[in-house]
């Protein structure tokens, strides 16, 4: 692989997985220490990457903290989609010739399609894995989703990645199209606690603990062809 494209790896590794010190890197691309300090420096060079202060808790251990590596904002752009401000633009116009409520109804269009190819692979997991089908779902679509136990009881939901970053910081209704989605999905409540599009790190939406979500199962609606719900 050439230097660009290993140097490419590196900076999608932070995206998904940061912030990560330099030493899990090595060791998931097989690289040197020297070799990945070369790529962290040209990154960081680049602003595609910056140092983050590691998190200590309890008594701080002695010797120098190990230093993460997160991904900045320019970094993020990079991975994007392109034709943001076409996007934006075409939305705009839709609110005002439509109103507001035309946004939201191709927002829900949108997500209509991610919903039906979820549906099933949601469905076919068992009830406790099934936010992590939904991630991984996620993640084969580019949003580097996973899955982790809440602290306060419950599964949170994070996406480390959002293609439409730029359109949903406009326009809100991409993002509450997609919650929608996947409170149906889950068939469960759901709550969105933090948005790459408001500037948080990371899409991070809590999903209800097992009980509610047993309790709201049979309430799910289904998913037919053309986006209609039975």
Do not use: W
């Not at 190990?66 to 904002?73: P, Q, R, S, Y």
């Not at 409170?183 to 991070?204: E, K, N, S």
């Amino acid at each position: 692989m050439t230097e660009r494209g290993t140097r490419a790896r590196v900076a999608r590794l932070i995206l998904e997985h940061g912030p990560v010190t330099a030493a899990a890197l090595g060791e998931r691309l097989g690289l040197t220490p020297a070799g990945v300090r070369r790529h962290l420096d040209a990154l960081l060079g680049e602003e595609m990457i910056e140092v983050r202060q590691a998190r200590t808790r309890g008594q701080r251990a002695r010797g120098r903290p190990a230093k993460l590596f997160g991904i900045t904002d320019a970094g993020r752009s990079a991975f994007e989609h392109t034709y943001d401000d076409l996007a934006t633009g075409a939305l705009r116009f839709l609110a005002e010739r439509l109103g507001e409520e035309a946004v939201a109804e191709f927002a829900r269009e949108q997500v209509s399609d991610l919903e039906r190819r979820y549906q099933p692979v949601v469905d076919a997991a068992p009830r406790e894995a099934q936010v992590r089908a939904l991630a991984e779902a996620l993640s084969g679509d580019g949003y580097a989703a996973s899955a982790s136990k809440a602290s306060v009881g419950g599964e949170q939901l994070c996406q480390h990645h959002c293609p439409v970053a730029h359109v949903a910081a406009v326009f809100p209704q991409l993002c509450e199209a997609e919650t929608e989605a996947f409170a149906r999905l889950l068939g469960t409540p759901v709550q969105r606690l933090a948005t790459i599009a408001h500037g948080d790190g990371v899409c991070t939406t809590h999903v209800s603990p097992d009980a509610l979500s047993v309790q709201n199962a049979s309430k799910r609606p289904r998913i037919r062809e053309g986006g209609e719900t039975k």
